[in-house]
């Protein structure tokens, strides 16, 4: 190890331990090492002793660690090493603390608490008004070529000496550093002010009288709060009381509290740990030197002492950090019954702090991170971490209003505004404005929509006086293209169309004058890639640091939104209890409002995060059979496997097993589950394309231990007309035709709306894309999407855009006016072809008795009919397979392009099939009376086994599902008149589950830092209970019908069934 010459203190210091005898080492020795002085360090100079045959007694079988034991006499040998070294440092020739400024023994005292010259001047002037003649200098320097001395002079050469060489004693006689009240082991400092220029640290400037008067220091945190009681010691001050400063602009603009800087170090509970050892260096350092003497950072915060242990300061975000790195060498003695040492060398460097944040990064110059480093190492305890953690609250905005809130309850205030709930609906908060039960984005429409002024406040508690009260006021409708809640709670984005300030919405300072239309801001210059209020003053000013994102919480603390009411009308807003299942991060809710439930949802996911979900839950505990329908009428998803819709599960658990039929945010309907507890999900059934992809109808069936999914088929969409404008000559509607993108465009022009002509879908990266041209209307917004890829199919929401897509019977073919021809094959045999329960299977051609073979019919259309194919698996054992029995594919087309049957294939939503051990010919099943009731087989899709020769290889095959049904009837209707309702089944799966569990609606986002929203109507649940009977007794089940009122429905009411279906 390398010293400077001439920089080096050293005295001895003797600690008499005890006398101990050895039968080993017959002389004393002398231990000299560079390095921490510990027992490892010890015990490898003493190895170095004890190998020596000149030190080693004849006869020794002792090894050098059990004779250095015996030599520290035994018992806890680690306490008596730290003793040595302790004492070794402590008596090292050191510096007293109040020797520092050679000011009288009072200075540091009064330093430290805010006082003295140090702190309560600058340079100045004055009195001789001479520049050049300077007076209350802080640090020596040179002015017109004169060394002059300043005031804090003496700083600079202990810092040269002492600090960096040698050891200074704790100014444990402060009240600010008394160490048994300094149980954190953790100290720092907190200034407010500059005093002194051309240093690069704060804003004083020269000249001094005019730019150094009330300067500041560069701002490193957040100042929350000051707990007068807290400093009492140090201050004198003897009231009680506090300040709160929350509120911080981080960018110096003198809000809330203006710039203010902290810095700290901490050390080790072990005394003669070199954290410890040094930490009046380091007090000196960090205090005196470097941020006094070389920054000129001056004062205290009022309340508060300016410098001392944790326990008495200021509640901040968070501190900068300096640490001792050292250099040591030691000399240890054993005259051969007493030990001693001494510290013969030292050298302290300072340096910014190495340690670890909160989620185990490394974070350097963090007083926090640097006390997580201790603890890690073992130097601290988790009560020592966890007490810095109150005063260093971190660097999350939140964070701070938390320990405000926090502070408050223990005083038994609250913090929170006054709410006129006759006036408003509140609609979303936080801190301590919080709202546990956020509005999703279809509720905040359905309310904003009643209010009469279409007027909403958004309330900020620590902004300035004229941002704590926003009036906004919509100036235009809302239209489905517009996502309203996203702009005023969410968002930042500007908006042509329909977010433009002076013509979509206006703001005001109160709610008569928004009501009145006067005294509008005037914020032409209105920042719409800012929150809201987009940067706005009233005058038209740009003011940073006033917007706020609601979910997940970013920019301003304490705000809240809310809805003007209607005086006239009464908007029924009814909040429900929910079940959160597993950890969400925001909070959802179950409301009704006008008589639709609303539920909204964050949490990472239902199956897509191995065996731990994450959702709300709306459920009830139910027992036995059960029928569970609803309407899921609009979903505001977030992630593409956000999910609403119903669940059956075991229990509350994450890992619950459960069986769910879900739609998802971007792949239709999904029926899976979790067999085993804490498994991963099956998906049992994944419909994509082929179903419901925005709202649904659904049913999940439970009997016994099978699960059974469905969807309730659609009627046909009315679209509109939509009428091809020829982009030139030849330009027809063919089948197969393929159009430019150009001429889509063209023919979208025709229709109206909102068109998007880029290929860009309202969900997602929907991939089965028909050739040609198309035109889709999501509630009743037109886009036009052109595609080219030929073997991509389409999933039934597009139209092409040649076709007139109305929804009446005009566009099906009278009787006789057109003719549709089917190709199918069978497995395994046909058997009968019913087309509006006429048998016309002699029309068939081909082989019926071969699996394979490409079958051929042709028929005359007739409106609202149904095609029956009936068909016979020749194994008699094909229920071993439950996708294995009857199947067929087929593909129709007709001469009317405009007809439903065109195009009809077994990828056909709405296929349903009855299967059986005999042979089935009741011809009103055939022909579809009482479709909905009869046609009730599983069915199965699958494009394996075989596929229909020359047809398209995208057309799947339908499988009667059923177990052992050798008989089976495929039907389907596409008039949009058919007959009944018609479920469709998706798939089925057999779990054991528990005959009592939790049935309900399930909501997430999939995403844990958002909230999706879903919308529900029709919720039912039929509940079969088999009563407890003796064996003679033969009691069939009873069913209940269980609805929950939504709204106000004035009586209570129930449902109940009688064994014979009657109600």
């Given at each position: 190890m390398n010293f400077s010459a001439g920089s080096l203190l050293a005295v001895v210091a003797s600690s008499v331990l005890q006398n101990v005898q050895s039968e080993c080492v017959k002389n004393g020795f002398d231990l000299t090492f560079q390095g921490s002085c510990n027992y490892s360090n010890i015990l490898n100079k003493f190895e170095e002793v004890f190998d020596n045959p000149?030190?080693?007694?004849?006869?020794?079988?002792?090894?050098?660690?059990?004779?250095?034991?015996?030599?520290?006499?035994?018992?806890?040998?680690?306490?008596?090493?730290?003793?040595?070294?302790?004492?070794?440092?402590?008596?090292?020739?050191?510096?007293?603390?109040?020797?520092?400024?050679?000011?009288?023994?009072?200075?540091?005292?009064?330093?430290?608490?805010?006082?003295?010259?140090?702190?309560?001047?600058?340079?100045?002037?004055?009195?001789?008004?001479?520049?050049?003649?300077?007076?209350?200098?802080?640090?020596?320097r040179q002015v017109n070529g004169?060394?002059?001395?300043?005031?804090?002079?003496?700083?600079?050469?202990?810092?040269?000496?002492?600090?960096?060489?040698?050891?200074?004693?704790?100014?444990?006689?402060?009240?600010?550093?008394?160490?048994?009240?300094?149980?954190?082991?953790?100290?720092?400092?907190?200034?407010?002010?500059?005093?002194?220029?051309?240093?690069?640290?704060?804003?004083?400037?020269e000249p001094y009288d005019a730019n150094c008067e009330d300067s500041d220091p560069s701002d490193n945190t957040n100042l929350c709060y000051v707990d007068f009681e807290k400093g009492v010691l140090s201050t004198g001050f003897a009231g009680t009381g506090n300040s709160v400063h929350n509120g911080d602009d981080g960018n110096n603009q003198y809000e809330a509290e203006g710039p203010i800087h902290c810095h700290g170090f901490a050390w080790a509970n072990d005394e003669s740990d070199f954290t410890s050892s040094y930490k009046a260096n380091n007090l000196f350092y960090v205090s005196m030197y470097d941020h006094m003497s070389q920054r000129g950072y001056v004062r205290n915060i009022q309340g508060a002492p300016m410098c001392a242990c944790t326990e008495q300061m200021p509640i901040v975000s968070r501190s900068d950090c300096t640490q001792v790195d050292v250099e040591e060498e030691f000399e240890i003695h054993y005259d051969g019954g007493q030990w001693s040492g001494k510290l013969a060398k030292v050298y302290i460097d300072f340096n910014a702090c190495e340690g670890f944040d909160r989620r185990g990064n490394n974070d350097n110059n963090d007083l926090w991170a640097y006390m997580n480093r201790l603890y890690r190492e073992g130097k601290i305890t988790i009560d020592q971490l966890m007490e810095i953690g109150k005063v260093l609250v971190g660097d999350d905005p939140d964070m701070c209003s938390t320990s405000v809130n926090d502070f408050y309850s223990t005083k038994g205030m609250e913090r929170g505004h006054n709410e006129d709930d006759s006036v408003w609906v509140k609609v979303a908060g936080v801190n301590s404005l919080k709202m546990d039960q956020p509005f999703g984005k279809a509720s905040f429409d359905a309310v904003f929509a009643e209010s009469p002024n279409q007027i909403a406040l958004r309330r900020c508690v620590y902004c300035k006086n004229y941002h704590r009260e926003i009036y906004y006021k919509r100036l235009t409708p809302i239209t489905s293209e517009f996502n309203h809640y996203m702009h005023l709670l969410n968002g930042h984005y500007e908006n042509e169309d329909y977010y433009v300030y002076g013509t979509d919405f206006e703001l005001y300072s109160t709610y008569e004058d928004a009501v009145a239309g006067v005294n509008e801001w005037e914020c032409e210059n209105y920042q719409y890639g800012q929150f809201f209020p987009g940067n706005c003053r009233p005058d038209g000013g740009a003011e940073g640091n006033v917007g706020a994102r609601m979910i997940p919480h970013a920019g301003r603390s304490d705000v809240a939104w809310y809805i003007e009411k209607s005086k006239d009308k009464s908007t029924?807003?009814?909040?429900?209890?929910?079940?959160?299942?597993?950890?969400?991060?925001?909070?959802?809710?179950?409301?009704?409002?006008?008589?639709?439930?609303?539920?909204?949802?964050?949490?990472?996911?239902?199956?897509?995060?191995?065996?731990?979900?994450?959702?709300?839950?709306?459920?009830?505990?139910?027992?036995?059979?059960?029928?569970?329908?609803?309407?899921?009428?609009?979903?505001?998803?977030?992630?593409?496997?956000?999910?609403?819709?119903?669940?059956?599960?075991?229990?509350?658990?994450?890992?619950?097993?459960?069986?769910?039929?879900?739609?998802?945010?971007?792949?239709?309907?999904?029926?899976?589950?979790?067999?085993?507890?804490?498994?991963?999900?099956?998906?049992?059934?994944?419909?994509?394309?082929?179903?419901?992809?925005?709202?649904?109808?659904?049913?999940?069936?439970?009997?016994?231990?099978?699960?059974?999914?469905?969807?309730?088929?659609?009627?046909?969409?009315?679209?509109?007309?939509?009428?091809?404008?020829?982009?030139?000559?030849?330009?027809?509607?063919?089948?197969?035709?393929?159009?430019?993108?150009?001429?889509?465009?063209?023919?979208?022009?025709?229709?109206?709306?909102?068109?998007?002509?880029?290929?860009?879908?309202?969900?997602?990266?929907?991939?089965?894309?028909?050739?040609?041209?198309?035109?889709?209307?999501?509630?009743?917004?037109?886009?036009?999407?052109?595609?080219?890829?030929?073997?991509?199919?389409?999933?039934?929401?597009?139209?092409?855009?040649?076709?007139?897509?109305?929804?009446?019977?005009?566009?099906?073919?009278?009787s006789g006016a057109s003719t549709t021809t089917c190709r199918l094959a069978i497995d395994d045999y046909l058997a009968s072809f019913y087309y509006?329960?006429?048998?016309?299977?002699?029309?068939?051609?081909?082989?019926?008795?071969?699996?394979?073979?490409?079958?051929?019919?042709?028929?005359?259309?007739?409106?609202?009919?149904?095609?029956?194919?009936?068909?016979?698996?020749?194994?008699?054992?094909?229920?071993?397979?439950?996708?294995?029995?009857?199947?067929?594919?087929?593909?129709?087309?007709?001469?009317?392009?405009?007809?439903?049957?065109?195009?009809?294939?077994?990828?056909?939503?709405?296929?349903?099939?009855?299967?059986?051990?005999?042979?089935?010919?009741?011809?009103?099943?055939?022909?579809?009376?009482?479709?909905?009731?009869?046609?009730?087989?599983?069915?199965?899709?699958?494009?394996?086994?075989?596929?229909?020769?020359?047809?398209?290889?995208?057309?799947?095959?339908?499988?009667?599902?059923?177990?052992?049904?050798?008989?089976?009837?495929?039907?389907?209707?596409?008039?949009?008149?058919?007959?009944?309702?018609?479920?469709?089944?998706?798939?089925?799966?057999?779990?054991?589950?528990?005959?009592?569990?939790?049935?309900?609606?399930?909501?997430?986002?999939?995403?844990?830092?958002?909230?999706?929203?879903?919308?529900?109507?029709?919720?039912?649940?039929?509940?079969?209970i088999y009563p407890s009977a003796s064996p003679s007794l033969s009691l069939a089940p009873t069913s209940v019908v269980l609805s929950r009122d939504v709204g106000s429905t004035g009586l209570a009411g129930s449902s109940s069934m009688t064994g014979d279906g009657r109600y």
């Open positions: 000149v030190n080693r007694a004849d006869g020794c079988n002792s090894t050098a660690e059990e004779e250095l034991t015996i030599l520290l006499g035994g018992g806890d040998i680690d306490a008596t090493i730290r003793s040595i070294c302790a004492e070794s440092v402590d008596n090292f020739s050191s510096l007293d603390f109040d020797d520092i400024p050679k000011a009288g023994p009072d200075f540091v005292r009064e330093y430290y608490n805010g006082n003295t010259e140090w702190n309560e001047e600058h340079e100045t002037s004055f009195p001789l008004d001479d520049h050049d003649n300077p007076t209350n200098i802080l640090r020596s004169r060394n002059i001395y300043g005031d804090a002079g003496n700083v600079k050469n202990v810092f040269d000496g002492a600090a960096q060489y040698g050891v200074i004693s704790w100014p444990g006689h402060l009240s600010n550093f008394e160490l048994d009240k300094c149980t954190t082991n953790a100290a720092m400092c907190c200034w407010p002010s500059d005093r002194q220029a051309n240093d690069n640290n704060g804003n004083c400037a029924g807003i009814t909040d429900y209890p929910i079940t959160t299942v597993g950890s969400t991060k925001i909070d959802g809710s179950v409301r009704s409002v006008d008589n639709v439930l609303h539920i909204t949802a964050s949490g990472h996911g239902i199956g897509t995060n191995g065996n731990n979900d994450a959702f709300n839950f709306y459920e009830e505990l139910m027992t036995g059979d059960l029928t569970m329908t609803v309407d899921l009428t609009h979903f505001d998803f977030v992630g593409n496997w956000a999910m609403a819709g119903l669940m059956i599960r075991e229990s509350l658990e994450p890992g619950s097993k459960s069986v769910n039929l879900l739609m998802s945010g971007h792949y239709g309907l999904v029926m899976n589950g979790r067999g085993e507890t804490n498994a991963n999900y099956n998906s049992w059934h994944t419909n994509y394309a082929n179903g419901p992809m925005f709202a649904a109808t659904m049913k999940l069936v439970r009997e016994g231990n099978t699960f059974k999914s469905y969807y309730l088929k659609e009627p046909a969409k009315e679209v509109g007309e939509a009428t091809l404008v020829t982009a030139g000559e030849g330009t027809r509607c063919e089948p197969g035709y393929s159009f430019s993108k150009e001429d889509c465009l063209q023919a979208g022009l025709s229709v109206g709306g909102t068109l998007r002509s880029n290929g860009e879908l309202p969900v997602g990266n929907w991939d089965h894309t028909p050739p040609g041209c198309f035109l889709y209307s999501p509630d009743g917004d037109y886009a036009i999407h052109w595609g080219t890829n030929s073997n991509a199919k389409n999933d039934g929401r597009f139209q092409p855009v040649c076709k007139s897509s109305t929804a009446s019977s005009s566009a099906v073919g009278v509006d329960g006429i048998d016309i299977t002699k029309s068939v051609t081909g082989d019926h008795d071969r699996w394979d073979a490409v079958n051929t019919v042709t028929f005359t259309e007739v409106s609202n009919a149904t095609m029956a194919i009936y068909a016979r698996e020749a194994s008699l054992n094909c229920g071993n397979n439950n996708c294995g029995c009857s199947g067929f594919v087929m593909e129709c087309t007709s001469t009317d392009p405009t007809s439903v049957w065109h195009g009809l294939s077994t990828s056909t939503p709405g296929w349903r099939s009855i299967g059986g051990n005999v042979a089935i010919t009741d011809k009103a099943v055939l022909s579809g009376e009482n479709a909905a009731n009869d046609f009730d087989t599983s069915l199965c899709t699958s494009t394996s086994s075989f596929s229909l020769q020359g047809g398209s290889a995208e057309t799947r095959k339908i499988w009667a599902a059923e177990r052992y049904s050798n008989f089976v009837v495929f039907a389907i209707n596409p008039d949009s008149q058919d007959t009944g309702e018609q479920w469709v089944y998706m798939s089925e799966t057999t779990l054991a589950m528990s005959e009592n569990v939790y049935a309900g609606i399930a909501v997430t986002s999939a995403r844990s830092d958002n909230l999706a929203e879903a919308t529900f109507a029709n919720y039912e649940i039929e509940q079969n």
